[in-house]
């Protein structure tokens, strides 16, 4: 079984993740800001870690690391706050906790970005715009890092229970996901270090999650 290092343990996909983690008998330990939010990550049966991103250095998040086997990093502005809460998250945050996994030596480093199509085709403020540009930066940044990575890019994300079921793959057509099902592919893509050093765009689709994950293995 593996220890996950979730950062962004309190987010919305953060959550479903340690939830899932934990269920399968792995170790889930989830970064937060907030006191309140540890009582709820103990619930989903996760070990709660308290740390801010923006103020943390790379030594500091790498004591936090220490001990974990891959990293997951579901932590992002979500185009909210501001170009400067996104630059803090989604960009220097992303960078830090590549330079932390570093230090660490952790090998296995998981990115949440953004699908590419990411409301194209509809007015969209300056600063989704931005939001964009960083989250494609960020996946340069952790590409040549020389880590173990995987980004996945889901879709639109919604809170519609999740079917179990997606389409994941190199490149496919834009579309909306569960965060359950996020969360359920992630699970797998912890569980099949075999799928490494890959980009892969994620909807919700026909295939159950696990066959969807494996197919990408071979």
Known sequence: MATVFIVGGAGQVGRRLAQRLAARGHAARALHRAPAQ????????????AGDLRQLDA????????GSDAVV???GAG???GPELTDAIDGRGLELAVAATRQAGIRRFLL???FPEAARGRHVSDTFEHYIAVKKRADVHLVDSGLDWVILRPGTLTDAPGTGRVRAGLAI???EVPRDDVAATLLELVERPAVNRVIVELTAGATPVGEAVQALAR
């Open 38 to 49: 540890a009582a709820e990550l103990e619930v989903l049966g996760a070990t709660p870690v």
């Open 59 to 66: 030594a500091g998040l790498a004591a936090l690391l220490a």
């Open 73 to 75: 990093f579901s932590a």
């Open 79 to 81: 185009g909210k706050g």
């Open 112 to 114: 949440v970005s953004a």
């Open 173 to 175: 057509p834009y579309g």
